[in-house]
């Protein structure tokens, strides 16, 4: 007879992922929302990704129009403000400058 280990709830699963394991997992996970509207969904993640470790595409026209953008962000504890503004400060900056055409929906 083998013993096993606790059953882990998923949120404990996640947990235990790397930096890489949790952008992967976003990545797949809105693979699968493809069905629900996206047309595309891409992983940008990466020292140069302006703020958009996984972009999910409503049109074929991608950045130039409607799109939802994830920053994947992997914390020990709740995110607070201060942090939050920040990333969300990076797409915009990334607009402005011209990387992206137009700000994502979500």
């Given at each position: 007879?083998?013993?096993?280990?606790?059953?882990?709830?998923?949120?404990?699963?996640?947990?235990h992922?790397?930096?890489a394991?949790?952008?992967?997992?976003?990545?797949?996970?809105?693979?699968a929302?493809?069905?629900?509207?996206?047309?595309?969904?891409?992983?940008?993640?990466?020292?140069?990704d302006?703020?958009?470790d996984?972009a999910?595409?409503?049109?074929?026209?991608?950045?130039?129009?409607?799109?939802?953008?994830?920053?994947c962000?992997h914390?020990?504890k709740?995110l607070?403000?201060?942090?939050?503004?920040?990333?969300?400060l990076?797409?915009?900056?990334?607009?402005?400058?011209?990387?992206?055409?137009?700000l994502?929906?979500?």
């Open positions: 007879m083998m013993a096993t280990g606790p059953v882990l709830t998923p949120k404990q699963i996640l947990a992922h790397s930096p394991q949790f952008e992967e997992f976003v990545y797949e996970w809105l693979l929302l493809k069905q629900e509207g996206y047309v595309d969904v891409v992983q940008l993640g990466g020292a140069h302006g703020g958009a996984v999910a595409f409503l049109t074929a026209r991608r950045t130039d129009d409607r799109w939802h953008c994830y920053q962000k914390y020990g709740a607070t403000p201060a942090i939050a503004y920040v990333e969300i990076k797409i915009i900056a990334v607009v402005a400058v011209g990387k992206y055409r137009t994502p929906e979500r």
